[in-house]
């Protein structure tokens, strides 16, 4: 990650070159895309006692986390981490509500909606 910021690196001086702020956005979106598709796997591999899908989730963590890492050559690492974690999480109990049958209250629909409110508020300038 070091090596991204500001070195030789090929990636490096893509990432930073005329359509920099575009593809750190991607990465950061498709990093997301990528961390909601593992921790939902994690919860298969779990119920399904199964080793090869388990795998599997830890590499899509690590995709995850690579493309995370390329977007910090250009995004804050303080909005890109609220906006990776804020909807990681409100995806992610979506998905636990929709796939895995677990309850949505208004308490918890509430504080999903104050999560990405907030991350939105934290990003306002």
């Known amino acids: 990650m070091l090596a991204l910021r500001g070195g030789s690196n090929p990636i490096s001086a893509f990432v930073e070159g ?20 593992a921790t939902t796997l994690i919860k298969v591999s779990t119920d399904r006692n199964s080793t090869p899908l388990y795998l599997l989730s830890l590499l899509l963590y690590n995709t995850s986390l690579t493309f995370f890492s390329y977007s910090l050559s250009v995004i804050p690492v303080s909005t890109a981490y609220a906006i990776w974690s804020a909807l990681g999480t409100a995806a992610v109990s979506i998905a636990g509500v929709v796939w895995f049958g677990e309850v949505m209250n208004m308490k918890k629909g509430l504080c999903l909606v104050a999560i990405v409110f907030g991350v939105v508020g934290l990003n306002l300038e």
């Open 18 to 37: 005329k359509n920099g702020l575009v593809i750190a956005w991607s990465n950061l979106m498709f990093a997301i895309l990528v961390e909601i598709w």
